[in-house]
C-alpha cells in the first residue's frame, strides 16, 4: 500500500460524520449508550441507599477506597464477581441475575 492510498481513522471518521443522517444515528446511539450507563450507575447507587449505607461504608466493607466505590457505581460494566462483591456489601442476600431467554426466566446465582 503506498502512502497515498492511506487514509487516516480520524479523517475516515470526519467523512462518515459529514453524512446529516449517519451523524445523527451516531448521536442517538450514544445517547442510548449515556442513557444505559447511567441507569446503571443510578441502579448501584440506590441498592446502596436502599441499605441505608454511604460509599465510605461500602468502600470499608470491601477493603478498597471511597474513590473506588463511586467509580465502580458510574461503570458501564464490570465483572460479574465485583457486582457480586458489591452487592454483598450492600446488604444482598443471595445476589442474583434474573435472565430471559425466549419467554423463560432463569435465575443465576452470583
Not at 72 to 79: K, S
Amino acid at each position: 500500500m503506498s502512502d497515498a492510498e492511506f487514509v487516516r481513522g480520524n479523517d475516515k471518521m470526519a467523512r462518515a460524520m459529514a453524512d446529516p443522517a449517519r451523524a445523527a444515528r451516531v448521536r442517538q446511539v450514544r445517547d442510548q449508550m449515556d442513557a444505559a450507563d447511567h441507569a446503571y450507575g443510578a441502579t448501584l447507587a440506590a441498592i446502596r441507599r436502599a441499605g441505608s449505607l454511604t460509599q465510605e461504608q461500602i468502600a470499608e466493607r470491601l477493603g478498597v477506597t471511597q474513590a473506588a466505590v463511586s467509580q465502580m457505581e458510574r461503570r458501564p460494566d464490570m465483572l460479574l464477581s465485583t457486582l457480586r462483591d458489591y452487592l454483598v456489601a450492600a446488604g444482598a442476600q443471595r445476589p442474583r441475575l434474573l435472565v430471559t431467554v425466549d419467554g423463560a426466566d432463569i435465575d443465576v446465582a452470583l
